[in-house]
């Protein structure tokens, strides 16, 4: 889906390569569908977050001596952002946090999920983050038109492989963008279903 606006991105980084790693992953040729703007610390970052300024914030986990995760619960408990869609076995009342996000916890399906985020996003785009089980279901229920994996030489022993039980003649992957670096290899592909 494509928006009459650029999507506002706030990158916390500090690592200038990862910066320009990052804006060349997300850029798409002929498209100026983002504005990425990158902060490197955590106090400048802190303050581009309670501007409110962004659709979306990309926050790395180390940041001096603190982490990314002190920055978005410093963030998120004083200002309000985005609500956000948890799929879930179990039920419970919303979250409300005490700057006015609200976590959502859906119990009845993938689809209830996705009609609750595509409401609470307008006209923007809903993005699905999940593990193998999560994305599987989306992808054989034919809701996915966009993928990406970002591969890391990291060997985990165990897990749930992502293209497990999903049927190869009910899904065709076309990749349209392919980032490589020796850390990590980020892959985009348009999910066409069959």
Do not use: C
Not at 109 to 136: P, Y
Not at 184 to 193: A, S
């Amino acid at each position: 889906m494509r928006r009459s606006e650029s999507l506002r991105i706030l990158l916390v980084e500090d690592d200038e390569d990862d910066f320009v790693l990052t804006r060349s992953m997300l850029q798409v040729p002929g498209d100026n569908w983002f504005q990425l703007e990158w902060e490197q610390s955590y106090l400048p970052a802190l303050q581009a977050i309670r501007e409110a300024r962004h659709d979306l914030y990309l926050v790395d986990y180390r940041l001096g001596d603190r982490t990314g995760l002190d920055l978005v619960r410093d963030a998120w408990d004083r200002e309000p952002r985005a609500p956000v869609i948890v799929l879930t076995h179990h039920a419970r009342e919303p979250w409300v946090r005490q700057g006015g996000t609200t976590f959502t916890f859906v119990t009845d399906g993938i689809e209830s999920a996705l009609e609750q985020a595509r409401v609470a996003a307008g006209d923007k785009d809903v993005r699905v983050a999940g593990g193998a089980n999560t994305v599987q279901q989306f992808i054989r229920a034919g809701l996915i038109d966009e993928l990406q994996i970002h591969l890391a030489p990291v060997l985990l022993g165990d897990g749930v492989r992502l293209f497990e039980h999903i049927d190869p003649k009910h899904i065709e992957l076309e990749s349209t963008q392919v980032i490589d670096s020796p850390k990590v290899t980020h892959l985009r592909y348009r999910v066409r279903n069959g």
